[in-house]
């Protein structure tokens, strides 16, 4: 069960800040930590739900700094990871703050750094660059839009999957869209005739991985942040929280500073397909949980 609880958010200590919320991104995940996907364990509970935001600092604490230097009561920021974020304000690390492009408003730079990141560490860890081709499966949710944009920036071509109402989308990020379902194979063969050198599963589907083990030759160039099991008996790249995954802690948290650079140059840009009050959470969560949210989607208090 969902619920608001009325809590003071405390003073920052030494190396913290006092951030007010403006806007929580919302993560296939935040609905997920208490759907029973993670086990049932009631000790786990009350659990605060969230990982990242906008907002503006408050107050700090002694020495409180992040990657971009020190921060101060009025900085606009982007906190990431911020555990509870759906929140009016919350105190965090300043370790966890970077200063928000003025290119993205309250919303979409609530969004930028959970799917940003794990969209860096996706390209990072099948080592995706200038002249390679790139199929990506799920590529219009809020990781996909961040894996295309992030690969066309690095010189790719990109191969997405996504359902027809979303290519129009995907066509206007670079990449050339395919429709997901039975004859992937052989649409992806006829958008990428010189073949796929890496595959990126964000879907978590077997026909995913399936099309991506017959053309990718190298399977160290699949990834998945989705499939873990399967993904650890195949000899793929399996990435993020799960047992046995990489976590990539420090390529997603040192690729914060060049998301937000991107995104104040222009080159990478935030969809926010729908905006929720924060006492609406529950109404993010059955959206999301839908599996079919195209960029992101944000919470405001
Ligand atoms: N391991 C990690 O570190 C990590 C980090 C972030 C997210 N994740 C996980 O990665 C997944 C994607 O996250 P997200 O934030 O991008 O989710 P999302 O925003 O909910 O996007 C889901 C996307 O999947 C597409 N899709 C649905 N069914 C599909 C199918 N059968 N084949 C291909 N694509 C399909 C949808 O596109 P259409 O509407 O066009 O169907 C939709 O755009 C989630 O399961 C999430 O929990 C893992």
Do not use: C
């Not at 007010?20 to 049932?40: C, H, L, Q």
């Amino acid at each position: 069960m969902l619920e608001i609880a009325n809590e003071a958010p405390g003073e920052p200590g030494p190396g913290e800040a006092l951030v007010e919320i403006r806007a929580a991104g919302v993560n296939p995940v935040d609905a997920k930590v208490y759907s029973g996907a993670f086990g049932t364990d009631p000790a786990r509970l009350p659990l605060r739900l969230g990982s990242e935001a906008s907002g503006v600092v408050i107050a700090v604490g002694p020495d409180a700094a992040g990657p971009a230097g020190p921060i101060g009561v009025g900085d606009e920021v982007i906190a990431y990871r911020a555990p509870g974020s759906y929140a009016e304000e919350l105190v965090v690390p300043a370790s966890a703050l970077v200063p928000k492009p003025d290119t993205l408003d309250w919303a979409q730079a609530s969004g930028l750094m959970v799917t940003g990141a794990t969209a860096w560490h996706l390209l990072t860890a099948t080592g995706v660059g200038a002249g390679d081709t790139v199929l990506i499966h799920g590529a219009a949710g809020g990781v996909g839009v961040m894996a295309v944009q992030l690969a066309v920036d690095r010189g790719a071509i990109v191969v997405a999957t996504a359902s027809p109402e979303n290519h129009d989308f995907l066509r206007g990020l670079g990449a050339i869209p395919v429709e997901y379902g039975t004859g992937l194979m052989d649409r992806v063969r006829a958008a990428a005739p010189g073949g796929v050198d890496a595959a990126l599963d964000l879907a978590g589907t077997d026909e995913a991985l399936d099309v991506s083990f017959v053309l990718v030759p190298d399977r160290t160039r699949i990834a998945t942040i989705v499939s873990f099991e399967r993904g650890l008996n195949t000899g793929i790249k399996v990435l993020g929280g799960a047992p046995g995954a990489d976590p990539g802690t420090e390529i997603r948290d040192a690729a914060r500073l060049d998301l937000a650079r991107l995104a104040q140059a222009g080159k990478l840009r935030v969809f926010v397909s729908h905006v929720f009050p924060l006492a609406e959470a529950g109404r993010a969560h059955e959206a999301i949980s839908q599996g079919h949210t195209r960029g992101k989607i944000a919470l405001i208090p």
